[in-house]
């Protein structure tokens, strides 16, 4: 992501005209996507991310539609019929309770009988209006939140009345207390897994993300004579054997030159400026030593990232998600280690190194810096990197939620459905639960996603080319993950206990 003044202000021109494009919604203006005659998809409610569901797969006459996390499950599945009905599991319609007209009438589910009270306008401009009350479909309050009711009021143009049908379905996990058992000893990645969300990605230079993983963690190079040495970790499933480091760089300067990929996928991140990340002569690699660390009661080096340090991988061929799939990941980060400099991120990132497009990046992002409002206090704060724009929520708009981590390790998380919501979280890394910054819509513009599949660790999109001004951050990395699909909240929840038990220090 670039910051010149110039840039700048093209994009908050950009963002404020997005927020026009909302407003007159109200007035007609087409939403992509809306469910066609004989098509069978979600409905998305365009505020909350979520979907159109009956709760609990529930077949019973007279049971309440809600909003709920997207799954592509046949509770959230609807086709909408000739006859203009909107059913559910084949033989159930929406329907307006007891042929109510009223403010107010639940929107429930009932036997098909083509009644004007289960006949429903499904219009360009996102609406869906009940052909015998006039009303709208209504997510009841403005809420977004999982088990909002569903209802008919008075059509008013507000998002929590606009809906649309993503040609691909979303595949979030429907969040469960608790997540599938992973295997005794596992790391994050075996978390993610279990919650059905495989990592694709995964990197620490302190500790093993798999319980089995018996691998290199990262490589040094000293600069006594160019040599480089492999750092491993001490047994499987363990962490760091800084001890050999220790020894490699004694009496000499060790820079990091690769974090190596625990996943199988080769999705390792050398430093931009290296051989195999050509054309990059802006970026240079980190000082091994800058910052040691306990973990697990054994000693550790973080990956600390100064302005022209970053770490590059075109995953696009091994894995990494493109396009409008959803994905999720996290980073162990610091809370004392930041600046305003674009960009802190750890995420998905565009194959060419250009600022190519509003959607072409899907990064977590930590820094003091805040681009559209939004961030509470002077930060550092968990944003997400989705090119064009920082976003601490759905907008410019200010986000009541956003709260600065100052602690000296910090869990930050990013999940994105790629078509119509996604999800930031923060936490201290040493204690307590994850804190969700924002759960719900794309920001406008931003549906769908255009990731293109690379990964990038410590700059902007469009870091290291000539005159560019992506590779100004400071940073820590100490681990993180990315996954394919969209991980549950509960599956995140046990990354973080995870974290906690590993016993940063």
């Excluded at 209504?138 to 809906?163: E, F, K, V």
């Excluded at 000693?299 to 799939?325: C, E, F, M, Q």
């Excluded at 509470?376 to 997400?384: E, I, M």
Aim: hydrophobic letters at 30%.
């Amino acid at each position: 992501m670039v910051i010149s003044n110039r840039r700048r202000r093209h994009y908050r021109q950009l963002f404020a005209v997005g927020a026009a494009l909302v407003i007159a919604l109200a007035a007609g203006t087409a939403v992509a996507a809306t469910i066609q005659p004989g098509q069978s998809a979600p409905i998305v409610g365009v505020q909350s991310g979520r979907c159109l569901a009956v709760p609990n797969s529930s077949t019973s006459n007279g049971t309440q539609t809600q909003l709920w996390d997207c799954t592509g499950a046949a509770n959230q599945t609807w086709t909408y019929t000739s006859s203009r009905q909107l059913m559910v599991y084949g033989n159930k319609c929406l329907d307006a309770n007891a042929q109510g007209t009223a403010n107010g009438t639940r929107v429930i589910i009932w036997d098909c009988n083509g009644q004007a009270n289960q006949q429903w306008n499904v219009n360009s401009n996102g609406t869906i209006i009940g052909a015998q009350s006039g009303r709208c479909l209504d997510a009841n309050g403005l809420g977004t939140a999982n088990g909002t009711n569903i209802i008919l009021w008075d059509c008013h143009g507000q998002s929590n009345q606009q809906w649309n049908s993503p040609t691909a379905t979303p595949t979030a996990t429907t969040p469960t207390s608790p997540p599938p058992t992973p295997p005794t000893g596992a790391g994050p990645c075996d978390i993610y897994a279990s919650g059905g969300t495989a990592c694709i990605a995964a990197h620490s230079t302190v500790r093993a993300l798999y319980g089995s993983y018996n691998g290199n963690l990262y490589q040094v190079r000293r600069s006594s004579d160019n040599t480089t040495r492999d750092i491993a970790v001490l047994s499987a499933g363990g962490t760091a054997n800084a001890a050999a480091q220790d020894s490699f760089c004694t009496g000499t300067t060790c820079v990091v030159t690769v974090v190596y990929d625990q996943s199988g996928r080769g999705n390792d991140l050398w430093y931009q400026g290296s051989s195999v990340v050509p054309g990059s002569p802006q970026s240079r690699p980190a000082i091994a030593t800058s910052e040691s660390l306990t973990i697990g009661g054994n000693k550790a080096y973080s990956l600390y990232i100064n302005p022209g340090n970053s770490y590059w991988r075109d995953g696009h061929l091994t894995g990494v998600p493109t396009g409008s799939a959803p994905e999720g990941m996290y980073m162990v980060t610091s809370g004392t280690h930041v600046n305003n400099g674009c960009c802190f991120d750890y995420g998905n990132s565009e194959t060419t190194r250009s600022a190519d497009a509003a959607g072409a990046m899907d990064a977590i992002n930590f820094s003091t810096q805040c681009w559209f409002g939004g961030c509470s206090g002077t930060g550092p704060w968990v944003q997400a990197d989705l090119e064009w724009g920082l976003f601490s929520g759905g907008s410019q708009s200010w986000n009541p939620n956003q709260r600065a981590f100052t602690s000296k390790f910090v869990t930050a998380t990013l999940k994105n459905n790629g078509t119509s919501r996604f999800a930031i979280k923060g936490s201290n890394a040493q204690s307590g639960n994850l804190y969700t910054l924002w759960d719900g819509s794309l920001p406008p513009g931003y549906s769908p996603m255009k990731k293109q599949g690379a990964i990038i660790l410590g700059s902007g999109g469009d870091c290291c080319k000539p005159n560019g001004g992506a590779n100004l951050s400071a940073g820590t990395f100490y681990e993180g993950a990315m996954v394919a699909g969209y991980p549950s909240d509960a599956t995140e929840n046990a990354v973080q206990a995870n974290i906690v038990a590993a016993g940063y220090r």
